[in-house]
């Protein structure tokens, strides 16, 4: 049995890091549960190499970490992958491996939150100045780049209010300034966007959303485009004792074989709910980057493959009671944070705190994950609470 790079990506997906003849013909990997590893030599002890992705502990690199590795390095079209135990684990630790007292940081001013907080808190703390920047910029993003300018962070789209970046033309601007560039891919889940066939050098994602898909593991992956770069993620994440368990990289793959079944009726689902939201008089705005008329929509057009199931909208603003009467009755969509998972998910949010460059001046934003339920249903529960809405205003 094998699967090689002849075939399509979706055969790919399902065959990838799998090794039924290691596992006594199991068609998953079982997790590897396992902290120490015993060598049977003092040669075996002493040849160890991170770069060979050999195994000495279970921390630094085991069969199960190997295999997500290698499922979203083919994902991503990277050299290789580096696994955490939690999507803001991969930032933090990405950012941490490229960054040092005295840089300057460039980051997109609709990043997600506690992104943001580990910038203003524990980077400001070691000496990093973090610049946030127009998601809007695109190649004027020059303008920006200082002498100690050492890395640019992006997030397109943003997963409150949905901007997208102009990503190829701030990659290349990073590259001629010798910048190394990093994007959250979190909403495309590796596979609506490719940043590293885009010129970016390391993709992020939080696994624990589309890529577990389940909502019930928490993971993060960051995927580097070059050797040099994945060593370095590497090393970094050992100095860190960041690692992510046998359990939930076991999660990871499972989610992983149908990420790119699930994705089109998320995507079919999020824009007949999208749709109809349109339609209703309270609603002043849609943010789906797929509907014409939302920010980033062309960009979208030009980079992106589809879309998840992930969007929001605006509506007038109203008072909290009519606001708390409009969600509180939900049937089906939960009141959450997160999303990727298989169920519906309904978040009023305000962006006001998490962006300092460009206030935010929209109206009140409602976040809307759709899962894998019947849509029909989904729109009957959205119904019933914009009459609640009414009723209560
Ligand atoms: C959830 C999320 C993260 C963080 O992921 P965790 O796995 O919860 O740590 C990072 N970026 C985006 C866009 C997210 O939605």
């Not at 295999?67 to 083919?74: I, L, P």
């Not at 910029?137 to 303008?143: C, L, M, P, R, Y």
């Not at 040099?228 to 990871?252: C, M, N, P, V």
């Not at 460059?357 to 409602?366: E, R, S």
Request: glycine share 8%; proline share 6%; with cysteine.
């Amino acid at each position: 049995m094998s699967s090689d790079s002849t075939d399509r990506p979706d055969t790919r997906l399902i065959h990838v890091g799998r090794a039924p003849e290691k596992y006594a013909g199991a068609v998953n990997i079982p997790p590897f549960r396992a902290s120490t590893i015993l060598f049977p030599t003092l040669e075996a002890l002493e040849t160890y190499d991170p770069a060979l992705r050999s195994v000495r502990y279970g921390r630094t690199g085991n069969p199960s970490s190997h295999a997500f590795e290698a499922a979203m390095t083919e994902l991503e079209g990277g050299h290789g992958a580096v696994s955490y135990a939690s999507g803001l684990q991969a930032i933090t630790s990405a950012l941490l491996a490229f960054l040092k007292a005295g840089d300057h940081l460039l980051m997109v001013d609709t990043t997600y939150g506690p992104t943001r907080t580990f910038c203003d808190g524990i980077l400001a703390r070691a000496g990093v100045v973090t610049e946030y920047f127009d998601p809007a910029i695109g190649a004027e993003i020059t303008s920006l780049i200082r002498p100690e300018t050492a890395l640019i962070f992006l997030e397109s789209p943003g997963s409150q209010t949905f901007e997208l970046q102009d990503v190829p033309a701030i990659a290349t601007a990073a590259r001629q300034a010798g910048i190394v560039t990093m994007i959250d891919n979190t909403w495309a889940a590796g596979v609506l966007f490719k940043p590293l066939a885009h010129g970016v050098d390391i993709s992020i994602q939080s696994a624990t959303k589309y890529v577990g898909g389940h909502a019930d593991a928490s993971l993060g992956v960051a995927v580097a485009a070059t050797q040099a770069h994945w060593l370095r993620l590497k090393k970094t994440a050992i100095e860190l004792g960041a690692t992510a368990s046998a359990d939930e990289l076991f999660l990871g793959l499972r989610g992983l074989r149908t990420l790119t079944t699930r994705l089109p009726r998320h995507q079919e689902t999020g824009l007949a709910l999208a749709r109809w939201l349109q339609q209703q008089p309270e609603v002043t705005r849609l943010r789906h980057p797929a509907l014409p008329g939302s920010p980033g929509h062309e960009l979208w057009q030009r980079d992106f493959s589809g879309a998840c199931g992930l969007f929001a909208f605006e509506m007038r603003k109203v008072p909290p009671a009519a606001l708390a009467a409009m969600v509180n009755g939900m049937r089906l969509f939960g009141m959450g944070y997160s999303w990727g998972g298989f169920e519906s998910l309904i978040l009023p949010c305000d962006p006001t705190r998490i962006r300092t460059a460009t206030p935010w001046q929209g109206d009140q934003l409602i976040r809307i994950h759709a899962g894998l339920e019947d849509p029909a249903d989904l729109l009957a529960d959205l119904d019933a609470a914009f009459t609640r809405l009414r009723k209560a205003l």
